[in-house]
């Protein structure tokens, strides 16, 4: 974050997770070219991760300068908010791959919007134990009606315990929560090796989708907690991440649903091996997630 206090004194705070760089090195953002430090960082640890805080000096207005994160590698990410005193508040999304950014001189009013949009659909499309169970359930549904009410039971139940769990209603300890979610899987790809019998979790999926739900949810609000939402704009970010995961679930469903129709029509034989080789798949990475995430 970085905020204006006075006509050109400006403070930057910014959160660092010890694993960004294997927790050997605090980063320091790259300032706008008119900017300096006051003084030297401060720089804490608490729950993991670094705390930096520091007093930043501009000699003029900061719009069309450029502000970077040049140490990010990989997938890491970071959001850059900018609090001008005589000028609406901004947030930018920063990757490895587009580092900087030209500070706007009057922001879009959609843009936290469109942020949270952005990052709640690449959680459910990139995070790969929400995306799994979301295709275990979908073949294990099938037919589109059932597949309908089992995905909004999903969506109701983790909007719940997401918006519960962000807003301080409600908690559980992030460590357990990833276990348990490792384990609806594993037990979503049970259920679908039962090709035999007509199982209670294939009569009423949408029960199991609820439960599992509420668990999911827990594990999105984690997620959200190590973004961060912007100081008064929460409700904006929060439903804007919340429709970006429902987004890129509906993008999972409909992606399967269209895949598992093409392969009955074009190689009818194949879909039961397939479908066997898919279920125990999940299956193995699941319980994979679960030892290692139970052990640790």
Do not use: M
């Not at 009410?149 to 519960?164: E, R």
């Not at 807003?167 to 990833?178: C, F, K, R, S």
């Not at 429709?243 to 993008?251: H, R």
Request: include cysteine.
């Amino acid at each position: 974050e970085f905020a204006e206090q006075e006509t050109g004194a400006w403070t930057l705070n910014w959160k660092q997770p010890v694993s960004a760089l294997n927790g050997t090195e605090v980063i320091l953002p790259q300032l706008p070219a008119n900017c300096t430090l006051q003084s030297e960082p401060v720089v804490r640890t608490v729950n993991l991760a670094f705390i930096g805080h520091a007093k930043v000096v501009c000699q003029s207005g900061i719009a069309g300068q450029t502000f970077a994160l040049p140490q990010l590698l990989g997938g890491a990410d970071a959001l850059l908010r900018i609090l001008p005193l005589d000028a609406p508040a901004q947030t930018h999304r920063l990757t490895a791959n587009e580092n900087s950014v030209t500070i706007s001189a009057k922001p879009g009013t959609w843009q936290v919007f469109t942020t949270y949009l952005i990052i709640g659909a690449e959680h459910i499309l990139f995070g790969w134990d929400h995306l799994l169970f979301v295709i275990a359930l979908v073949l294990l549904v099938q037919k589109g009606w059932a597949v309908v009410k089992a995905a909004t039971a999903f969506t109701v139940a983790h909007s719940i315990t997401l918006v519960a769990s962000t807003l301080g209603y409600a908690g559980l300890p992030q460590g357990p929560v990833e276990a348990l979610i490792a384990l609806s899987i594993v037990f979503l790809a049970v259920e679908l090796t039962k090709t035999d019998r007509e199982t209670w979790t294939r009569r009423w999926p949408w029960i199991v989708a609820f439960a599992f739900g509420l668990l999911h949810g827990f594990g999105f609000a984690g997620a959200l907690r190590d973004i961060g939402l912007p100081e008064g704009e929460v409700p904006a970010a929060l439903l804007a991440f919340n429709l970006g995961v429902e987004a890129g679930q509906l993008l999972v469903v409909a992606a399967v649903i269209a895949l598992r129709a093409a392969v009955q029509k074009l190689a009818p034989r194949a879909e039961a091996p397939a479908l066997k080789v898919v279920t125990y798949g999940i299956g193995i990475v699941a319980a994979y997630w679960l030892v290692d995430r139970v052990i640790v």
